[in-house]
C-alpha cells in the first residue's frame, strides 16, 4: 500500500517538473536580456537629442487657419484679427517737433494708403487749381467792357467753377484716406488772350480745349498710379468722378472750337457769345448786382 502511494505521488511531482519545463523555456524567451535593455535605452537617448537640436517643423499658416475654422466653426474672428490694428495705433504717434505745423499724431483712419497716391492726388489737386485760375483769368477777359462777349465769359466762369469743384472732391478724398492736403503755389495765368490771326475768341477756346486735354493726361497718369500700387477705391474714385467727366469736357471744348471756327471773327462770333449767354446763363457777368448792365452785358 505504501509503495502505491509512493509511485502516485512520484508520477504527479514528475508531471508538475514537465509543465514548468514547458511553459518558463517561453517566458525567458519573451523577456528581453540585459544587453537588449541596455542598447534600447541608448537608442532612445540618441533621438532625444537629436530632436533637441532641432527645430520643430513648422505647419502651414494657412492650414493651420483652416484647421481652427474647421474645429472652431468660425471663418471670421474679429477680436483676435483686429488685435495687430490695435496695436499699430500705439506705434503711430509721433514728435511734433518733427514737423512743426501737424497734429502731434497720424490720422488713424489712414489704411493701406499710399504715400506716392498721396503726393499724385495733392499735384492733381495744384493742377485743378492751376486750371481754375486761369478760366478765372479768361472770364475776366470776356467781361470787360472793351470785348463785350458775356456769353464766352460765362462759359469762362462755369469752367472755372468746374475746376475748384474737381479740386475739392480731390481734397475731401484726400482727408478721407488719412491723407494730408498741401496746397502748392499757383502760377499766374495771362490777362490779355488778343490774337492778331484768329481773334480772342477762338484763341482762347483753343487755349482752354488744350488745358482740357492736358488735365485728361494729368488724370489718366493719376490713374496709372492708383493701379499700380493696387488701390481699388481710389481706382474706382479717379474713374467714375473725374476721368468720366473729364472726357466730357474735352468733347465739350472742342465742339466749341468748332463752332467758333465756322463763325469766323464776324458777326457770327456774336451769334456764338449769344448761345453761350443762353445756355450757362450767366447775368452777372457785367455788373456788380447779378444782374447784369443791359442786354449785352450778359
Known sequence: MLLS???AVSAVSSRLDSGRAGR?????????????????????????????????????????????????????QP?????????????QLMDPKAEPGLAATYSLARSNYSPDLESGINEQINIELN????????????ARDDVGL??????????????????????NYQTQRGGRVRLLALAPPETEFWHAEKGDALHATELALSLEKLNFQKLRDLHTVAQTVGDAD??????????????????????????VRRAGRGHGVFHVDTLLAQEYGDKGAGGLDGNGAGPLAG
Open 5 to 7: 502511494t509512493s509511485c
Open 24 to 76: 518558463w523555456p517561453r517566458a525567458a524567451a519573451a523577456a528581453p536580456s540585459a544587453t537588449g535593455v541596455r542598447r534600447g535605452v541608448l537608442q532612445t537617448r540618441r533621438a532625444l537629442s537629436d530632436s533637441e537640436g532641432r527645430e520643430p517643423a513648422r505647419e502651414d499658416p494657412v492650414i493651420a487657419r483652416a484647421r481652427e475654422q474647421v474645429q472652431s466653426g468660425l471663418v471670421f
Open 79 to 91: 477680436m483676435g484679427e483686429v488685435q495687430p490694428l490695435v496695436a499699430a495705433m500705439d506705434q
Open 131 to 142: 486750371m481754375s485760375y486761369v478760366y478765372t483769368s479768361m472770364y475776366n477777359f470776356f
Open 150 to 171: 458775356p456769353g464766352f465769359a460765362a462759359y469762362f466762369r462755369h469752367n472755372s467753377d468746374d475746376e475748384r469743384e474737381h479740386a475739392h472732391l480731390l481734397m
Open 234 to 259: 481710389a481706382t474706382h474714385f479717379i474713374e467714375d468722378y473725374l476721368l468720366h467727366e473729364q472726357s466730357k469736357d474735352v468733347k465739350e471744348a472742342a465742339v466749341l472750337v468748332s463752332q
